[in-house]
Protein backbone atom coordinates (compact mmCIF):
# COMPACT_ATOMS: atom_id res chain seq x y z
CA UNK A 1 0.00 0.00 0.00
CA UNK A 2 2.59 2.34 0.74
CA UNK A 3 4.78 1.49 -2.68
CA UNK A 4 1.58 2.58 -4.26
CA UNK A 5 0.74 5.96 -2.19
CA UNK A 6 4.13 6.91 -3.00
CA UNK A 7 3.90 5.74 -6.72
CA UNK A 8 0.93 8.04 -7.16
CA UNK A 9 2.58 10.62 -5.60
CA UNK A 10 5.70 10.28 -7.92
CA UNK A 11 3.32 10.47 -10.97
CA UNK A 12 1.27 13.54 -9.63
CA UNK A 13 4.73 15.74 -8.92
CA UNK A 14 5.95 14.02 -12.59
CA UNK A 15 2.42 15.94 -13.89
CA UNK A 16 2.75 18.98 -11.94
CA UNK A 17 6.15 19.20 -13.09
CA UNK A 18 5.64 18.96 -17.06
CA UNK A 19 2.57 21.00 -16.04
CA UNK A 20 4.68 24.17 -14.93
CA UNK A 21 7.28 22.91 -17.62
CA UNK A 22 4.64 24.15 -20.41
CA UNK A 23 3.53 27.10 -18.86
CA UNK A 24 6.84 28.38 -18.54
CA UNK A 25 7.14 27.34 -22.47
CA UNK A 26 3.79 28.67 -23.05
CA UNK A 27 4.86 32.06 -21.23
CA UNK A 28 8.18 32.60 -22.93
CA UNK A 29 6.90 32.29 -26.56
CA UNK A 30 7.09 35.03 -28.60
CA UNK A 31 2.89 34.72 -29.78
CA UNK A 32 0.34 36.84 -27.98
CA UNK A 33 -2.94 37.01 -29.71
CA UNK A 34 -3.48 40.19 -27.33
CA UNK A 35 -0.24 41.93 -29.20
CA UNK A 36 -1.27 40.85 -32.57
CA UNK A 37 -4.59 42.00 -32.34
CA UNK A 38 -2.86 45.54 -31.46
CA UNK A 39 -0.67 45.60 -34.48
CA UNK A 40 -2.86 44.47 -36.59
CA UNK A 41 -5.47 47.45 -35.95
CA UNK A 42 -2.32 49.87 -35.64
CA UNK A 43 -1.70 48.36 -39.42
CA UNK A 44 -4.89 49.19 -40.49
CA UNK A 45 -5.07 53.06 -38.74
CA UNK A 46 -1.77 53.75 -40.79
CA UNK A 47 -3.36 52.33 -44.08
CA UNK A 48 -6.63 55.04 -43.36
CA UNK A 49 -4.14 57.69 -42.35
CA UNK A 50 -4.14 61.02 -44.32
CA UNK A 51 -0.74 60.81 -44.82
CA UNK A 52 0.20 64.94 -44.69
CA UNK A 53 2.80 66.66 -47.01
CA UNK A 54 2.37 70.53 -45.50
CA UNK A 55 4.52 72.20 -42.87
CA UNK A 56 2.74 74.03 -39.61
CA UNK A 57 2.82 77.73 -40.73
CA UNK A 58 2.08 80.93 -38.75
CA UNK A 59 -1.55 80.80 -39.97
CA UNK A 60 -2.21 77.62 -38.62
CA UNK A 61 -1.90 78.86 -35.03
CA UNK A 62 -2.73 82.62 -35.33
CA UNK A 63 -6.13 82.12 -33.91
CA UNK A 64 -5.31 79.66 -31.06
CA UNK A 65 -4.55 81.48 -27.38
CA UNK A 66 -1.45 83.03 -26.79
CA UNK A 67 -0.10 80.35 -24.81
CA UNK A 68 -0.67 77.43 -26.74
CA UNK A 69 0.73 79.71 -30.08
CA UNK A 70 4.27 80.47 -27.30
CA UNK A 71 4.15 76.41 -27.06
CA UNK A 72 4.52 75.86 -30.99
CA UNK A 73 7.12 78.15 -30.98
CA UNK A 74 9.02 76.82 -28.38
CA UNK A 75 9.09 73.31 -28.97
CA UNK A 76 10.05 74.41 -32.67
CA UNK A 77 7.35 72.82 -34.71
CA UNK A 78 6.50 75.56 -37.63
CA UNK A 79 8.19 75.07 -40.54
CA UNK A 80 8.04 71.01 -39.55
CA UNK A 81 5.56 68.81 -41.24
CA UNK A 82 2.20 68.03 -40.06
CA UNK A 83 1.50 64.57 -38.34
CA UNK A 84 -1.12 62.45 -39.41
CA UNK A 85 -0.09 59.78 -36.44
CA UNK A 86 2.35 59.57 -34.04
CA UNK A 87 3.71 57.07 -31.40
CA UNK A 88 5.10 57.25 -28.13
CA UNK A 89 6.71 54.29 -26.58
CA UNK A 90 7.04 54.30 -22.14
CA UNK A 91 9.16 51.74 -20.78
CA UNK A 92 9.28 50.42 -16.87
CA UNK A 93 6.39 52.58 -15.97
CA UNK A 94 5.18 52.38 -12.38
CA UNK A 95 1.43 51.27 -12.84
CA UNK A 96 -1.00 51.66 -10.15
CA UNK A 97 -4.32 49.72 -10.86
CA UNK A 98 -6.65 51.98 -8.65
CA UNK A 99 -6.48 52.97 -4.48
CA UNK A 100 -5.23 50.27 -2.40
CA UNK A 101 -4.78 48.64 -5.79
CA UNK A 102 -0.92 46.73 -6.11
CA UNK A 103 1.44 48.77 -8.24
CA UNK A 104 3.02 47.25 -11.17
CA UNK A 105 6.15 47.80 -13.68
CA UNK A 106 4.73 48.11 -17.56
CA UNK A 107 5.77 48.74 -21.03
CA UNK A 108 2.74 50.90 -22.96
CA UNK A 109 3.09 51.25 -26.52
CA UNK A 110 0.69 54.08 -27.68
CA UNK A 111 -0.84 55.06 -31.38
CA UNK A 112 -2.43 58.58 -31.68
CA UNK A 113 -4.59 59.21 -35.26
CA UNK A 114 -5.14 62.50 -36.05
CA UNK A 115 -8.08 61.54 -38.40
CA UNK A 116 -11.02 60.42 -36.83
CA UNK A 117 -9.18 60.93 -33.12
CA UNK A 118 -8.47 57.34 -32.96
CA UNK A 119 -6.06 56.43 -30.18
CA UNK A 120 -5.10 52.78 -29.76
CA UNK A 121 -2.12 51.14 -26.61
CA UNK A 122 -0.50 48.06 -25.82
CA UNK A 123 0.16 47.36 -21.83
CA UNK A 124 2.98 44.78 -21.99
CA UNK A 125 3.80 43.48 -18.40
CA UNK A 126 3.85 40.81 -15.99
CA UNK A 127 1.98 39.77 -12.62
CA UNK A 128 3.77 37.68 -10.02
CA UNK A 129 6.08 35.92 -12.99
CA UNK A 130 2.82 35.48 -15.41
CA UNK A 131 2.50 37.56 -17.87
CA UNK A 132 0.31 40.57 -18.01
CA UNK A 133 -1.33 42.46 -21.08
CA UNK A 134 -3.54 45.43 -21.79
CA UNK A 135 -5.67 46.75 -24.86
CA UNK A 136 -6.57 50.72 -24.35
CA UNK A 137 -8.48 51.52 -27.21
CA UNK A 138 -10.15 54.75 -28.96
CA UNK A 139 -11.60 53.86 -32.29
CA UNK A 140 -14.47 54.86 -34.10
CA UNK A 141 -16.02 56.69 -31.22
CA UNK A 142 -16.06 53.52 -28.79
CA UNK A 143 -13.57 53.13 -25.93
CA UNK A 144 -12.33 50.07 -23.97
CA UNK A 145 -9.68 49.10 -21.75
CA UNK A 146 -9.16 45.11 -21.72
CA UNK A 147 -6.71 43.39 -19.16
CA UNK A 148 -5.86 39.80 -19.96
CA UNK A 149 -3.32 37.45 -17.99
CA UNK A 150 -1.16 34.81 -18.86
CA UNK A 151 -2.31 35.48 -22.81
CA UNK A 152 -5.36 33.80 -22.42
CA UNK A 153 -7.80 34.84 -19.07
CA UNK A 154 -9.54 37.86 -20.01
CA UNK A 155 -9.84 40.06 -16.19
CA UNK A 156 -11.99 42.44 -17.12
CA UNK A 157 -13.31 44.00 -20.16
CA UNK A 158 -14.61 47.58 -19.73
CA UNK A 159 -17.01 49.05 -22.68
CA UNK A 160 -19.71 51.62 -22.91
CA UNK A 161 -20.36 55.29 -22.77
CA UNK A 162 -18.20 56.07 -19.75
CA UNK A 163 -15.66 54.60 -21.28
CA UNK A 164 -16.10 56.21 -24.67
CA UNK A 165 -16.32 59.56 -22.93
CA UNK A 166 -12.88 59.02 -20.46
CA UNK A 167 -10.90 57.70 -23.86
CA UNK A 168 -12.39 60.51 -25.90
CA UNK A 169 -10.83 63.32 -23.12
CA UNK A 170 -7.10 60.76 -23.29
CA UNK A 171 -7.30 61.96 -26.41
CA UNK A 172 -7.54 65.56 -25.95
CA UNK A 173 -5.06 65.56 -23.34
CA UNK A 174 -2.46 64.50 -26.00
CA UNK A 175 -3.35 66.89 -28.90
CA UNK A 176 -0.30 69.13 -28.32
CA UNK A 177 2.07 65.70 -27.97
CA UNK A 178 0.60 65.56 -31.80
CA UNK A 179 -0.14 69.08 -32.61
CA UNK A 180 -2.14 68.87 -35.68
CA UNK A 181 -5.31 67.73 -33.83
CA UNK A 182 -4.62 70.64 -31.73
CA UNK A 183 -5.44 72.78 -34.92
CA UNK A 184 -8.50 70.54 -36.51
CA UNK A 185 -12.13 71.58 -36.61
CA UNK A 186 -12.80 69.15 -33.60
CA UNK A 187 -11.64 71.08 -31.15
CA UNK A 188 -12.28 74.58 -29.86
CA UNK A 189 -10.08 76.57 -27.98
CA UNK A 190 -10.70 79.60 -25.46
CA UNK A 191 -8.02 81.76 -23.93
CA UNK A 192 -8.18 81.67 -19.76
CA UNK A 193 -4.90 84.03 -19.28
CA UNK A 194 -1.78 84.50 -20.63
CA UNK A 195 -0.64 81.10 -19.11
CA UNK A 196 -3.72 79.29 -19.79
CA UNK A 197 -6.58 77.63 -22.60
CA UNK A 198 -9.16 75.57 -22.28
CA UNK A 199 -9.73 73.29 -25.26
CA UNK A 200 -12.89 71.48 -26.42
CA UNK A 201 -13.10 68.19 -28.61
CA UNK A 202 -16.43 67.36 -30.01
CA UNK A 203 -17.04 64.39 -32.28
CA UNK A 204 -19.29 61.33 -32.14
CA UNK A 205 -21.84 63.00 -30.58
CA UNK A 206 -19.60 63.72 -27.32
CA UNK A 207 -17.87 66.93 -26.25
CA UNK A 208 -15.33 67.04 -23.41
CA UNK A 209 -13.17 69.80 -22.24
CA UNK A 210 -10.19 70.33 -20.10
CA UNK A 211 -7.58 72.90 -19.55
CA UNK A 212 -4.36 73.38 -20.50
CA UNK A 213 -1.48 74.89 -18.32
CA UNK A 214 1.63 76.65 -19.76
CA UNK A 215 5.02 78.33 -18.31
CA UNK A 216 5.91 82.39 -19.27
CA UNK A 217 8.61 80.34 -21.91
CA UNK A 218 5.61 77.97 -23.69
CA UNK A 219 6.55 75.01 -22.10
CA UNK A 220 2.99 73.26 -21.57
CA UNK A 221 3.07 72.05 -17.66
CA UNK A 222 -0.38 69.69 -17.22
CA UNK A 223 -3.97 69.45 -18.32
CA UNK A 224 -6.49 69.17 -16.32
CA UNK A 225 -10.72 68.02 -16.40
CA UNK A 226 -13.64 66.85 -14.70
CA UNK A 227 -14.75 65.07 -17.36
CA UNK A 228 -13.35 61.70 -17.16
CA UNK A 229 -14.11 59.22 -15.14
CA UNK A 230 -12.30 56.32 -12.79
CA UNK A 231 -13.06 52.89 -13.96
CA UNK A 232 -12.74 49.97 -11.44
CA UNK A 233 -11.80 47.23 -12.77
CA UNK A 234 -15.28 45.48 -11.79
CA UNK A 235 -16.92 48.25 -13.95
CA UNK A 236 -18.07 50.63 -11.64
CA UNK A 237 -17.43 54.30 -12.09
CA UNK A 238 -16.98 57.53 -10.84
CA UNK A 239 -16.10 61.38 -12.08
CA UNK A 240 -12.87 62.61 -10.35
CA UNK A 241 -10.90 65.52 -11.17
CA UNK A 242 -8.06 64.03 -13.55
CA UNK A 243 -4.98 65.44 -14.46
CA UNK A 244 -1.83 64.95 -16.31
CA UNK A 245 1.75 66.56 -15.55
CA UNK A 246 4.15 66.80 -18.42
CA UNK A 247 7.75 67.48 -17.61
CA UNK A 248 11.99 67.43 -19.00
CA UNK A 249 11.72 68.56 -22.51
CA UNK A 250 14.57 67.08 -24.55
CA UNK A 251 14.97 68.26 -27.98
CA UNK A 252 14.71 65.38 -30.70
CA UNK A 253 15.47 66.26 -34.05
CA UNK A 254 15.18 70.11 -33.48
CA UNK A 255 11.52 69.78 -31.57
CA UNK A 256 11.41 69.67 -27.99
CA UNK A 257 9.33 67.26 -26.43
CA UNK A 258 8.63 66.31 -22.50
CA UNK A 259 9.80 62.76 -21.86
CA UNK A 260 8.00 62.77 -18.18
CA UNK A 261 4.74 62.38 -18.04
CA UNK A 262 2.48 61.47 -14.73
CA UNK A 263 -1.55 60.78 -14.72
CA UNK A 264 -3.18 61.46 -11.49
CA UNK A 265 -6.47 61.14 -9.86
CA UNK A 266 -7.19 63.78 -7.77
CA UNK A 267 -9.66 62.08 -4.73
CA UNK A 268 -10.83 63.88 -1.87
CA UNK A 269 -8.85 62.28 0.23
CA UNK A 270 -5.43 62.57 -1.68
CA UNK A 271 -4.01 62.53 -5.12
CA UNK A 272 -3.44 59.16 -6.55
CA UNK A 273 0.04 59.21 -9.38
CA UNK A 274 -1.23 55.89 -10.70
CA UNK A 275 0.70 56.33 -14.09
CA UNK A 276 4.30 57.59 -13.79
CA UNK A 277 6.98 57.69 -17.12
CA UNK A 278 9.74 58.56 -17.77
CA UNK A 279 12.59 59.15 -21.01
CA UNK A 280 9.35 58.19 -22.88
CA UNK A 281 10.23 58.65 -26.91
CA UNK A 282 7.77 60.22 -29.00
CA UNK A 283 7.90 59.70 -32.85
CA UNK A 284 6.42 61.15 -36.20
CA UNK A 285 5.05 59.47 -39.01
Request: charged share 20%; with cysteine.
Amino acid sequence: MKKENKKKMLITIGILICVIGALMIFFNINYSKTRTEFNAKVSELISQADHQKDLFQKEDISALPIPVQRYFKYCGYLGTPKMSYGKIYYQNVDFCFGKDKPTIKIDYTQYNFINGSNRIAYIDSSMYGIPFEGLDTFMDGAGSMRGVLAKLFTLFDQKGNVMDESSLVTFLSEILLFPNAAVQNYIKWETIDNLHAKATITCYGMSVSGVYTFDESGKMLSFETDDRSVVSTNGSSEKIKWSVVFNEYKEVNGIKKPTSFKAIWHYNDGDLVYFDGNGTITDYN
